[in-house]
């Protein structure tokens, strides 16, 4: 069985920065895509950015320039910089992985989730 655990949301003024962290833990044999998201209250998940194995990445494009998505294959994380916060990123975010175990089968996996709120 495998989990993602994620952490690192708070509270924060606008302007500042936050880093997430995502692990993932378990009968892992490999990672393939990498992804963050967030839920807004009253509105739907939405996708963040996503990272591939080999490091290519996609931002939703209202956050392109201020977050920066990251993992380490060794240590099977990915993390999430945000800089330069508003208000409306205020969100539970959500970590995502497509995790394939010992047996060869691939899932697709989520993290609990982190709260992030951004206010003065």
């Known amino acids: 069985q495998v989990q993602l655990v994620a952490s690192g949301g708070g509270l924060v003024q606008p302007g500042e920065s936050l880093r997430l962290s995502c692990a993932a833990s378990?009968?892992?044999?490999?990672?393939?895509?990498m992804s963050w998201h967030r839920q807004a209250p009253g509105k739907q998940r939405e996708l963040v950015a996503t990272?591939?194995?080999?490091?290519?990445?996609n931002y939703a494009d209202s956050l392109k320039g201020r977050f920066t998505i990251s993992r380490d294959n060794t240590k099977n994380t990915v993390s999430l910089q945000m800089n330069s916060l508003e208000p409306e990123d205020t969100a539970v975010y959500y970590c995502?992985?497509?995790?394939?175990?010992?047996?060869?089968?691939?899932?697709?996996?989520w993290g609990q989730g982190t709260q992030v709120t951004v206010s003065s």
């Open positions: 995502y992985a497509e995790i394939r175990d010992r047996w060869g089968i691939s899932r697709g996996t």
């Open positions: 378990g009968s892992i044999s490999s990672i393939n895509l």
């Open positions: 990272i591939t194995r080999g490091g290519s990445t």
